[in-house]
């Protein structure tokens, strides 16, 4: 039978959603940054998937591309995941103030 | 990797368009030169190009329909097929929730339907009265639940649970325990059996909290992929404690140990990794009943315990049948005397620690450096010996013991948790006024 025919005195259903209402904060959008010479990038590492390994490449390439760039690694911006996390990343626009950030890097996975 | 959960994240917080680079990969089984490779040739340009492209503002969040619209009519069947095409669905069959049976559910609740119960993330949908009617009509629920679906709901909002978490790649599974007169008021199993499904308190309320966090949290599995669970454990059926048993042996019930009083209707949610064995213990020394729980479900925790104990967080559970239960009371131990027990002696050699963490995700895992950040206790590295063994446990009363189960056969079962996501969060049940004459009503009449 195909599914979506009607069998003989069968009801009908008027049905409701079953999600709910989005409640996403409003955000503020920083400037787009194009050229990272003479500009701050701070980077989180939530310790996890070798992302300390993945930074240090990373880091090695942007100093080679842009020699003016200046970054804060993960080791002065302190690990995002374990004890404490939501304290953790309550802190964190502080952080970014207080380094002088224009681009952020937060890795691996989250 | 990540990818849906993150975009899903980014939408929740107003930043959709948050760039996110992808590495394409896997990072824990690449090379040194394949990873050097992604990230400069793959990883970098992503990079680069996010930090170039911002839009000016959040985006307005599409429109979406209001809670009593109705989104579509049709046959049961039409009713199912269109809310598996919307994702809506958990795979299994659902009751069409229309505007009467989720009114019924409304009518055992004395909120208002649009009071906002919490935020659920990653997605930070509003969770109210009116959407855990919705989803539990459509999980099979009986109205008289909805008191239960309410604080099953307050408990994962609560911040303290980490919801948004659910998605990580153990594919841990929310697990409910359920205490007071409530579990003899609305059916609940608490004896043989318990944990499979076949009641309908204990199986529809488990499958309730599945498909709401899938609905209103938005975690989901392919094709939407915002769950990142490797290998998923289906959902579980409501833990309903055996309180008579409880009240014999003397001990209190496992609502009591979370801070409640005996007597009080309570829910507690939590965390579940993983199941150990049926683990089978006789006689009338207690200690031999302990030792083969250490060796058995402690074994079962030990391995998972890396993860505990760099983020300082392990509630593992032990549903012990009342058997067991009674020859440890009666040989004098009391539950802290079992918690002690397995905190003293549950112990795993700290290479293999070092090594189990490596393996999963934490690539420069190292229980002495972990003691010098002050992040993990020194007792960690009192040696450089591989062989020294560590504790598993983070702290003796977080291990949970719930009685449950065939009276008549001497089994337990040990619920591994997932350390700091989805602690146990405890709630008390608030029943309307009228509890009693509506469940006699209820009782009488069944549902439409």
Redesign the interface.
Same mark, same amino acid.
């Given at each position: 039978m195909n599914?979506?025919t009607?069998?003989k005195g069968? +009801?009908?259903?008027? %049905?409701?959603?079953?999600?709910?209402?989005? %409640? +996403?904060?409003?955000?503020e959008?920083?400037?787009?940054?194009?050229d990272?010479n003479g500009k701050t990038v701070c980077e989180f590492w939530d +310790?996890?998937?070798?992302g300390?390994?993945?930074y240090a490449?990373?880091n090695e390439?942007?100093r080679k591309r842009y020699p003016g760039i200046k970054i804060v690694d993960h080791v002065t911006m302190g690990a995002t995941h374990?004890?404490n996390?939501?304290e953790v990343v309550a802190s964190i626009p502080d952080l970014l103030r207080k380094h002088g950030a224009d681009?952020v890097?937060s890795?691996?996975?989250? | 990797m990540f990818m849906g959960l993150g975009r899903a994240v980014a939408k929740g917080l107003g930043a959709a368009d948050t760039a996110i680079a992808e590495y394409r990969g896997v990072p824990l089984i690449d090379t040194k030169e394949q990873l050097r490779d992604n990230v400069i040739n793959i990883l970098l340009p992503q990079i680069l190009d996010g930090w170039g492209k911002r839009t000016a503002a959040s985006q307005a969040p599409a429109t979406e329909p209001k809670p009593r619209e109705i989104v579509y009519s049709g046959t049961l069947q039409q009713v199912q097929d269109y809310f598996d095409q919307q994702l809506w669905a958990d795979g299994l069959p659902v009751i069409p929730p229309t505007l009467d049976r989720v009114d019924e559910f409304l009518r055992c609740c004395d909120r208002s339907p649009d009071d906002v119960v919490g935020i659920c993330q990653p997605e930070y949908r509003e969770a109210t009265i009116w959407n855990i009617a919705v989803n539990g009509v459509m999980a099979g629920c009986r109205p008289e639940y909805m008191p239960v679906l309410v604080a099953v709901v307050e408990a994962i909002s609560d911040p303290l649970f980490f919801l948004e978490d659910a998605g990580s790649t153990p594919g841990w599974e929310p697990l409910i325990i359920i205490n007071g007169p409530i579990v003899k008021e609305l059916d609940f199993n608490s004896g043989s059996g318990v944990m499979r499904v076949g009641r309908r308190a204990n199986t529809s309320i488990g499958r309730f909290l599945r498909l709401f966090m899938r609905n209103v949290a938005g975690q989901r599995i392919p094709p939407d992929v915002t769950d990142k669970g490797s290998i998923g454990l289906t959902f579980n059926v409501v833990l309903a404690e055996n309180e008579d048993a409880v009240d014999e042996l003397g001990w209190a019930p496992f609502s009591v140990d979370q801070g409640f009083s005996r007597g009080e209707n309570v829910v507690t949610v939590q965390s579940c990794v993983n199941i150990t064995q049926p683990t089978y213990t006789g006689g009338e020394e207690a200690l031999n009943h302990v030792q083969i729980i250490a060796e058995v479900i402690g074994h079962a925790n030990a391995y998972w315990s890396f993860c505990g104990i760099r983020h300082r967080k392990m509630y593992p559970l032990i549903v012990m049948s009342p058997s067991v239960a009674k020859a440890i009371a009666d040989d004098g131990w009391s539950k802290d005397d079992v918690r002690k027990y397995l905190y003293d002696n549950v112990r795993l050699p700290a290479h293999l620690v070092e090594k189990y963490a490596r393996n999963c995700a934490y690539n420069d895992y190292d229980l002495g450096k972990l003691v010098t950040q002050g992040i993990v206790p020194a007792e960690y590295h009192e040696s450089d010996d591989p062989d020294r063994m560590v504790r598993v446990f983070v702290k003796p009363e977080w291990i949970g013991i719930v009685v449950a189960g065939d009276p008549g056969r001497n089994q337990s079962k040990g619920y591994v948790q997932n350390h700091r996501q989805g602690v146990p969060v405890s709630k008390k049940i608030r029943l309307p006024s009228d509890w009693i004459s509506l469940l006699k009503r209820r009782q009488a009449a069944p549902a439409k």
């Open positions: 599914e979506r009607r069998t069968e +009801s009908n259903f008027d %049905v409701v959603w079953p999600l709910g209402r989005l %409640v +996403s904060p409003p955000v959008r920083a400037p787009a940054v194009l990272l +310790s996890v998937f070798r300390d390994e993945m490449v990373l390439e942007l374990g004890t996390e939501r681009a890097i890795g691996v996975g989250a | -």
